[in-house]
C-alpha cells in the first residue's frame, strides 16, 4: 500500500467503522422493539389479573357480609365461584417468576385461604345464631379481621409490585436506546477528530520519517550505537523498504552487543559470574530479600591451601582446578541458585528463599561434595566456607562482610568446614 493509498485508507476504514455502528444500532432498536412487545406481552395479563384480584377480593367480602345482612345462606355458596377466580388467578401469576415471587404468592393463597375459612365460619356462625342476638365467637371475629388486613394488604402490595416492575423494564429498555444514542454520538465526534489528526499527521510527517529513516539507517551502518529499538513493518511501501533494513541492521548490532554484554559479566576462564556482574545483582537480591521477607544467604568460598596447588603444580593446573571446581558448584546448584567468581580461589554464592537451617545444611552437602570429587590432577581439593544470613538493615558491604569474617574463623579452624553466623534474619 502506498502513502497515498494510506490517507485514502483512514477515511474509508472511519465511514465502515461507523456505518457498522449505524448497523449494529439499527439492530438494537429492533431487539428493543421486540423487547418492548415482549413485555406488553408479559405484564399486560399480569396487570390485569392482579387488578381482577383485588376487585374479586372486594366482591368476595361484600357477598360474604351481604349474606350475614340478608341471613341467606346461600349467597355464602355463590362466593365459592369468586374464591375459585381468585385462586385460578393466583396460580396463573405463578407460571410468571420473573414477575411475581413464588414464595409471596404461596403467602397470599395462603392467607386468603384462612380469610376464606375464617369469614366463611363466621357467616355461617353469625347466620345460625341470629335469632337469638348477633353473637359470634370473638376469636374467630379476629383472626378474620386479621386475615382480611393481610389479604387485602397483599393484593394492594401485588398490584403496586407488577406496576413498579412494568415501569422498571421499560425504562431498563428505553435506557439501551439512550445509551445507543450516547455513543452514537460519541463516536461521531471521535471519529471526524481521528479522522482530520491522522490525516493531517500523515500527510505532513511522512516524507519527514522518510529523510529521518534514511539518515538512521545511515548512522547504523557507519557504527551508530543506537540500535537498540525496532520499528514496526506495517507496509511495503517507502517506509516499509527503510524499516526493514534498518531492523536487519539493528539485528546485526544488537547480536553483537549482547555477546559483549555477555563477555563483560562473566568470568572467562570458569564461565561464572564475574566481580562485576555480583556487584550488580548483590543489591537488587539483597533489596528484594528485605522487601518480600524472605531469607537469602550469602555464601564466599575460598579453595583450601590454592597458593600451594599452583607453586606445586603450575598455573595451568591451578586454572584447571578452578574451572573443575566451578563445575561442581554448578552441578549442586538449584535453578534460582546465584554463583559468581569473587576473585582469585574464592566464589561467591547466593541462595534466596531458603531457611536458615536448610542453607546450612546445604552448605555442608556442598563442602562435603567437593571433598568428595576427583580432581583430575591433584585428586582432593577441599574448601572453607564463611555463610551469613541477610539482615533488614544490610547493605552489600555489610553482608559481604560477615560472610567474610566466618570465612576467616573457618580458615583459623582448621579449613574445610562451613562457619556461619546465627541471627533473626529477616
Known amino acids: 500500500m502506498t502513502i497515498f493509498q494510506k490517507i485514502i485508507f483512514v477515511p474509508i476504514l472511519s465511514l465502515v467503522i461507523y456505518s457498522g455502528f449505524v448497523i449494529y444500532s439499527l439492530r438494537e432498536q429492533q431487539q428493543i422493539g421486540t423487547d418492548i412487545e415482549q413485555l406488553r406481552h408479559d405484564y399486560v395479563p399480569v396487570l390485569v389479573l392482579v387488578k381482577d384480584n383485588s376487585r374479586n377480593f372486594k366482591e368476595l367480602s361484600d357477598s360474604l357480609k351481604d349474606a350475614v345482612i340478608a341471613g341467606e345462606r346461600r349467597w355464602i355458596l355463590d362466593t365459592l365461584t369468586t374464591k375459585q377466580t381468585i385462586e385460578e ?197 539483597l533489596a528484594n530479600a528485605i522487601k518480600k521477607q524472605q531469607p537469602m544467604h550469602l555464601i564466599v568460598i575460598d579453595i583450601d591451601h590454592f597458593k600451594a596447588i599452583n607453586d606445586d603444580r603450575g598455573h595451568l593446573t591451578g586454572d584447571r582446578v578452578l574451572q573443575q571446581f566451578a563445575e561442581v558448584l554448578k552441578s549442586h546448584a538449584q535453578e534460582h541458585d546465584y554463583i559468581g567468581r569473587w576473585g582469585g580461589e574464592e566464589f561467591i554464592l547466593i541462595w534466596a528463599g531458603v531457611d536458615g537451617d536448610a542453607a546450612f545444611r546445604k552448605a555442608v552437602a556442598l563442602r562435603e561434595a567437593i571433598a568428595r570429587y576427583d580432581f583430575t590432577e591433584v585428586t582432593k581439593v577441599t574448601a572453607s566456607f564463611g555463610m551469613t544470613q541477610a539482615h533488614r538493615n544490610d547493605t552489600p558491604e555489610s553482608i559481604i562482610a560477615r560472610a567474610d569474617a566466618n570465612l576467616y574463623q573457618a580458615k583459623e579452624k582448621g579449613r574445610n568446614r562451613v562457619v556461619a553466623d546465627v541471627g533473626p534474619g529477616l
Open 89 to 285: 388467578s393466583l396460580n396463573i401469576l405463578n407460571t410468571y417468576p420473573h414477575i411475581m415471587d413464588s414464595e409471596f404468592l404461596a403467602t397470599v393463597k395462603s392467607d386468603f385461604t384462612l380469610y376464606y375459612e375464617n369469614a366463611n365460619k363466621l357467616a355461617e356462625e353469625i347466620i345460625k345464631n341470629r335469632q337469638e342476638g348477633w353473637h359470634a365467637d370473638e376469636r374467630l371475629v379476629q383472626a378474620t379481621a386479621n386475615y382480611f388486613a393481610k389479604t387485602s394488604d397483599h393484593f394492594q402490595n401485588m398490584e403496586q409490585l407488577a406496576q413498579q416492575r412494568f415501569k422498571d423494564s421499560i425504562d431498563q429498555t428505553y435506557k439501551g436506546l439512550k445509551g445507543l444514542l450516547y455513543w452514537g454520538a460519541i463516536l461521531s465526534v471521535c471519529t471526524m477528530v481521528f479522522l482530520l489528526v491522522v490525516t493531517f499527521y500523515i500527510s505532513v510527517s511522512t516524507r519527514r520519517n522518510i529523510n529521518q529513516l534514511i539518515f538512521r539507517t545511515k548512522s547504523l551502518a557507519l557504527g551508530d550505537a543506537k540500535f537498540s529499538s525496532r520499528l514496526e513493518r506495517s507496509s511495503k511501501d517507502e517506509l516499509g523498504a527503510l524499516i526493514y533494513w534498518f531492523n536487519k541492521l539493528s539485528d546485526k548490532l544488537e547480536g553483537d552487543y549482547k555477546q559483549l554484554q555477555t563477555l563483560s559479566i562473566t568470568d572467562k576462564l570458569t564461565g561464572l559470574n564475574n566481580r562485576t556482574r555480583t556487584d550488580q545483582y548483590l543489591p537488587n537480591a
